[in-house]
T-cell receptor
Framework: QKEVEQNSGPLSVPEGAIASLNCTYS??????FFWYRQYSGKSPELIMF????GDKEDGRFTAQLNKASQYVSLLIRDSQPSDSATYLC??????????FGRGTSLIVHP | GAGVSQSPSNKVTEKGKDVELRCDPI?????LYWYRQSLGQGLEFLIY????????KSGLPSDRFSAERTGGSVSTLTIQRTQQEDSAVYLC????????????FGPGTRLTVL
């Protein structure tokens, strides 16, 4: 059974710090990886996607992928209180149906 | 351009009634997904459409749940004889062609079964 594991948290970081969110996946056939942000009472919003090993940067966000270790991470630099949300990791293979983790709750405190 | 839209945004119904939830995907997106999210829980996959066909409906919880998609666009999720455990937010997402295309979610329909 395909699984995506995330620490439920909450992960608490001070404003301005780097928040590091981690995710592992079980299906070695996974080819595409996604990070979504979900505010309370709202639907998931795409933050980053990554397909190749290594780092991908977009503004304050960096996604990291290590297929050998089946590990995906999201780094948020200069964390802001507005970044406080649940972050969902998803992995997708050839079936086109992504497997979602249960999410990590991030709290950025002033 | 316009994103994924869903209607209604909220639905309150009595136990035993049927409900229909609608999803309008992003124009041109061929893939459409339905998920369910109960309070404080993760996303539960329900069904996937590619065009008008549903190659994977393995997530539908029971035969009370059905979905269709017409014209490769609008999709309707129907829940018959609703039960209190059906109360959740029902999310629709759409995706364009290609492995690298990403999935975008609609705002969801909050269903409450009394």
């Amino acid at each position: 059974q395909k699984e995506v594991e995330q620490n439920s948290g909450p992960l608490s970081v001070p404003e301005g710090a780097i928040a590091s969110l981690n995710c592992t996946y079980s299906d070695r056939g996974s080819q595409s990886f996604f990070w979504y942000r979900q505010y309370s009472g709202k639907s998931p919003e795409l933050i980053m996607f990554i397909y190749s090993n290594g780092d991908k940067e977009d503004g304050r966000f960096t996604a990291q992928l290590n297929k050998a270790s089946q590990y995906v991470s999201l780094l948020i630099r200069d964390s802001q209180p507005s970044d406080s949300a649940t972050y969902l990791c998803a992995a997708r293979g050839g079936s086109y149906i992504p497997t979602f983790g249960r999410g990590t709750s991030l709290i950025v405190h002033p | 351009g316009a994103g994924v839209s869903q209607s209604p945004s909220n639905k309150v119904t009595e136990k035993g009634k049927d409900v229909e939830l609608r999803c309008d995907p992003i124009s041109g997106h061929t893939a459409l997904y339905w998920y369910r999210q109960s309070l404080g829980q993760g996303l539960e996959f329900l069904i996937y459409f590619q065009g008008n066909s549903a190659p994977d409906k393995s997530g539908l919880p029971s035969d009370r749940f059905s979905a269709e998609r017409t014209g490769g666009s609008v999709s309707t999720l129907t829940i018959q004889r609703t039960q209190q455990e059906d109360s959740a937010v029902y999310l629709c997402a759409s995706r364009g062609v290609g492995l690298t295309d990403t999935q975008y979610f609609g705002p969801g329909t909050r269903l409450t079964v009394l």
